[in-house]
């Protein structure tokens, strides 16, 4: 299907595609915009929840990457879920358990069983073993086959691939609960649309690059950028009447700070946040009731995500599609026979995307179906009244 579409790809088309592969965002909207406002508001989502500026190159298919998929039926369109992300492991864990399945949380898997090349179950980390033909990991790729396989049952080359996987990040998470909205001074009227929208705080390129550099040489951003969010303005169940939840996705701190935090530092970046927004919306910072911040130790720590990176690898060209988690390994299903990857590290991940887990469900059921074909034809062999076949 994919090389039918291909076919009618002429050169103007394929050096685009090259470009947009290729270049940086900054690159893009200098080509397209004139204002450094518009330029600094677009170029956000070529860098968020990256380790690059937006005069990196290949940023500029980040934002394709965050512009994929659609939600009712409408392309590069987002939501927000009812009650919170939690409502959407519970519908899952719900539909799970309606056929059957046993669910536990707060139990640590502390090896994959591997015998001959083929996944033979788990053990957990208090030496309970369960058996199983088919083992599912969403862990980051660095954790299951670095942390709970042994080496000496995986190839060398991917092995190779794995240790080098970069996954850096400067992101720091703000969580607030506030008294009120904010009030804009260039638009001090309550509008869902912006309230209820996406709130960039970024000015210009420069503003964005020099936040970055800022972290390259290993200080955390004078100015962070943030990418800011107040879903209870239209999920009332998210706080008390009147009140209200702000999400912030900043950038950037120094990767380093993934091992070793600074605390006190950490605050006053998220200080600076707060100030910013407090900025352009007098009176935002008297608004704070509660405040929680989330840097790349605590996503590491808490979330395991390694580096903090929130999408379980950087999303560079040479880190994506048939590069991910390993060249020669995007197969759902490789290295080890009836382990299957479904985490946001491996094809078709990056993101919030459900690709993956869609992927291995199908994968996991086309093999199913094979094996149950290829036992009939062993058991109608077998059985045919001439002997042909029978041992």
Same mark, same amino acid.
Not at 68 to 90: C, I, K, N
Not at 131 to 138: F, G, N, P
Not at 225 to 241: G, M, Q
Not at 289 to 297: A, D, F, K, S, W
């Given at each position: 299907?994919?090389?039918?579409?291909?076919?009618?790809?002429?050169?103007?088309?394929?050096?685009?595609?090259?470009?947009?592969?290729?270049?940086?965002?900054?690159?893009?909207?200098?080509?397209?915009?004139?204002? *450094?406002?518009?330029?600094?508001?677009?170029?956000?989502?070529?860098?968020?929840?990256?380790?690059?500026?937006?005069?990196?190159?290949?940023?500029?298919?980040?934002?394709?990457?965050?512009?994929?998929?659609?939600?009712?039926?409408?392309?590069?369109?987002?939501?927000?879920?009812?009650?919170?992300?939690?409502?959407?492991?519970?519908?899952?864990?719900?539909?799970?358990?309606?056929?059957?399945?046993?669910?536990?949380?707060?139990?640590?898997?502390?090896?994959?069983?591997?015998?001959?090349?083929?996944?033979?179950?788990?053990?957990?980390?208090?030496?309970?073993?369960?058996?199983?033909?088919?083992?599912?990991?969403?862990?980051?790729?660095?954790?299951?086959?670095?942390?709970?396989?042994?080496?000496?049952?995986?190839?060398?080359?991917?092995?190779?691939?794995?240790?080098?996987?970069?996954?850096?990040?400067?992101?720091?998470?703000?969580?607030?609960?506030?008294?009120?909205?904010?009030?804009?001074?260039?638009?001090?009227?309550?509008?869902?649309?912006?309230?209820?929208?996406?709130?960039?705080?970024?000015?210009?390129?420069?503003?964005?690059?020099?936040?970055?550099?800022?972290?390259?040489?290993?200080?955390?951003?004078?100015?962070?950028?943030?990418?800011?969010?107040?879903?209870?303005?239209?999920?009332?169940?998210?706080?008390?009447?009147?009140?209200?939840?702000?999400?912030?996705?900043?950038?950037?701190?120094?990767?380093?700070?993934?091992?070793?935090?600074?605390?006190?530092?950490?605050?006053?970046?998220?200080?600076?946040?707060?100030?910013?927004?407090?900025?352009?919306?007098?009176?935002?910072?008297?608004?704070?009731?509660?405040?929680?911040?989330?840097?790349?130790?605590?996503?590491?720590? *808490?979330?395991?995500?390694?580096?903090?990176?929130?999408?379980?690898?950087?999303?560079?060209?040479?880190?994506?599609?048939?590069?991910?988690?390993?060249?020669?390994?995007?197969?759902?299903?490789?290295?080890?026979?009836?382990?299957?990857?479904?985490?946001?590290?491996?094809?078709?991940?990056?993101?919030?995307?459900?690709?993956?887990?869609?992927?291995?469900?199908?994968?996991?059921?086309?093999?199913?179906?094979?094996?149950?074909?290829?036992?009939?034809?062993?058991?109608?062999?077998?059985?045919?009244?001439?002997?042909?076949?029978?041992?």
């Amino acid at each position: 299907m994919l090389l039918r579409r291909l076919k009618g790809v002429d050169e103007r088309a394929a050096v685009d595609s090259v470009r947009l592969m290729s270049s940086s965002i900054g690159d893009l909207v200098e080509d397209r915009f004139t204002s *450094d406002a518009v330029r600094g508001l677009l170029a956000v989502s070529g860098i968020i929840g990256t380790w690059a500026g937006p005069r990196s190159a290949g940023t500029a298919y980040v934002t394709l990457h965050h512009h994929l998929g659609e939600a009712d039926g409408q392309s590069r369109a987002w939501r927000f879920p009812r009650g919170g992300m939690g409502r959407v492991t519970g519908a899952l864990a719900s539909a799970a358990r309606s056929f059957g399945a046993e669910i536990r949380t707060g139990t640590a898997v502390g090896r994959i069983e591997v015998a001959g090349g083929v996944a033979t179950g788990v053990t957990l980390e208090d030496g309970t073993e369960i058996e199983a033909d088919t083992v599912i990991t969403t862990a980051h790729p660095q954790i299951s086959f670095l942390r709970l396989i042994e080496s000496g049952q995986l190839p060398e080359g991917f092995l190779a691939d794995l240790r080098s996987w970069k996954t850096r990040s400067g992101t720091v998470k703000v969580n607030l609960a506030v008294d009120r909205l904010p009030t804009f001074t260039s638009h001090p009227q309550f509008d869902p649309q912006i309230h209820g929208g996406t709130i960039v705080l970024a000015e210009s390129l420069d503003d964005l690059e020099g936040a970055f550099q800022d972290a390259v040489a290993g200080r955390a951003a004078q100015l962070p950028f943030a990418d800011v969010c107040i879903p209870s303005v239209f999920d009332d169940s998210l706080a008390p009447a009147g009140q209200h939840i702000v999400s912030m996705f900043t950038h950037w701190v120094p990767r380093t700070w993934a091992s070793a935090p600074d605390a006190t530092q950490l605050k006053a970046y998220a200080d600076r946040v707060v100030a910013r927004m407090d900025s352009v919306a007098p009176g935002f910072a008297d608004s704070v009731l509660h405040r929680q911040v989330i840097g790349p130790y605590e996503m590491k720590q *808490d979330y395991h995500l390694i580096g903090g990176n929130i999408f379980h690898g950087e999303l560079s060209l040479g880190q994506m599609f048939h590069a991910r988690p390993a060249a020669g390994y995007a197969d759902l299903r490789r290295p080890i026979r009836g382990l299957y990857q479904a985490g946001s590290g491996t094809h078709g991940g990056g993101g919030v995307t459900g690709i993956p887990g869609r992927n291995v469900v199908h994968q996991v059921l086309d093999d199913r179906r094979r094996a149950q074909r290829r036992e009939r034809l062993r058991r109608y062999v077998t059985r045919r009244p001439d002997g042909v076949g029978n041992g």
